[in-house]
C-alpha cells in the first residue's frame, strides 16, 4: 500500500500527559499537511511542510503543538499538556503538484482525552 | 471565520435520481475548488476539482459548476449509486497557497 499512513489509530490519554503522533507520506510527495476535524466539522489547516521546511502554521497551532519533519520524509505532530479540547481526528495529507492540486490523505488518529 | 460554508448537513436522494450539493465561499481570493468524499473511519478521498478559469468540470457520474460571481459552486452525482453514501466536503484554496479551507461536509445518504 503506497498512500499515506497515520499511527497510531487511535489514543486515548489523560489531561496533562504528551502525545505524538505519526504520518508517512506518499514517498514521492515533497508537501506534507496536518489538519484536525472536530465532530461535525471539516479539516482545519494546523501546518505544512515542503521537505522538511515548516512553511506556514494557523493560529489554530497553539504553544503546545510541535511538528516536524525530519529529512523531509516521516512527520511527527506532538501535542503536549493535553486538554479535552485537544479530543479530536488528526488527519496528514500529502502532495506533490502546484497550488489547488490533489492532497492524499491518511486515515488519521483519533485522539480521546479524558 | 468560516470560509468555505455547506449549509445542507445532510441529503437524502433515491438510487438512480441526481444528487446536488452546495458550497458558497467568501474568500475572493480562492481560485481553486475540491471535492473530497469520507467514508466512515477512513480520511477524504479526491473526487474532483475546478479552478477559476472554468464554470464546469465533468468527470463521469460527477461535475462540478462553479459560479465565481456568486461565490457558489455545486457538485452534481447523476445517477446516484449506494456507494455514493458519504460525507462530501467543498475545500478551497488561493492560487499563491496550498493549505485547504474546508466546508463542515454534506452527509449524503441514497436509498435503495
Known amino acids: 500500500d503506497t498512500g499515506v499512513s497515520q499511527n497510531p489509530r487511535h489514543k486515548i490519554t489523560k489531561r496533562g500527559q504528551n502525545v505524538t503522533f505519526r504520518c508517512d507520506p506518499i514517498?514521492?510527495?515533497?508537501?506534507l499537511y496536518w489538519y484536525r476535524q472536530t465532530l461535525g466539522q471539516g479539516p482545519e489547516f494546523l501546518t505544512y511542510?515542503?521537505?522538511?521546511?515548516?512553511?506556514?502554521k494557523s493560529r489554530l497551532l497553539s504553544d503546545r503543538f510541535s511538528a516536524e519533519r525530519p529529512k523531509g520524509s516521516f512527520s511527527t505532530l506532538e501535542i503536549q499538556r493535553t486538554e479535552q479540547g485537544d479530543s479530536a481526528m488528526y488527519l496528514c495529507?500529502?502532495?506533490?503538484?502546484?497550488?489547488?492540486?490533489?492532497?492524499?490523505f491518511g486515515p488519521g488518529t483519533r485522539l480521546t482525552v479524558t | 471565520d468560516q470560509q468555505v460554508k455547506q449549509n445542507s448537513p445532510s441529503l437524502s436522494v433515491q438510487e438512480g435520481r441526481i444528487s446536488i450539493l452546495n458550497c458558497d465561499y467568501t474568500?475572493?481570493?480562492?481560485?481553486?475548488f475540491l471535492w473530497y468524499k469520507k467514508y466512515p473511519a477512513e480520511g477524504p478521498t479526491f473526487l474532483i476539482s475546478?479552478?477559476?478559469?472554468?464554470d464546469k468540470n465533468e468527470d463521469g457520474r460527477f461535475t462540478v459548476f462553479l459560479n465565481k460571481s456568486a461565490k457558489h459552486l455545486s457538485l452534481h452525482i447523476v445517477p446516484s449509486q449506494p456507494g455514493d453514501s458519504a460525507v462530501y466536503f467543498c475545500?478551497?484554496?488561493?492560487?499563491?497557497?496550498?493549505?485547504?479551507?474546508f466546508g463542515a461536509g454534506t452527509t449524503v445518504t441514497v436509498r435503495a
Open positions: 495529507a500529502s502532495s506533490l503538484g502546484g497550488p489547488g492540486g490533489e492532497q492524499y
Open positions: 514517498s514521492e510527495h515533497n508537501r
Open positions: 511542510f515542503q521537505n522538511e521546511a515548516q512553511l506556514e
Open positions: 474568500n475572493s481570493m480562492f481560485d481553486y
Open positions: 475546478i479552478s477559476s478559469i472554468k
Open positions: 475545500a478551497a484554496s488561493p492560487s499563491n497557497d496550498y493549505k485547504l479551507s
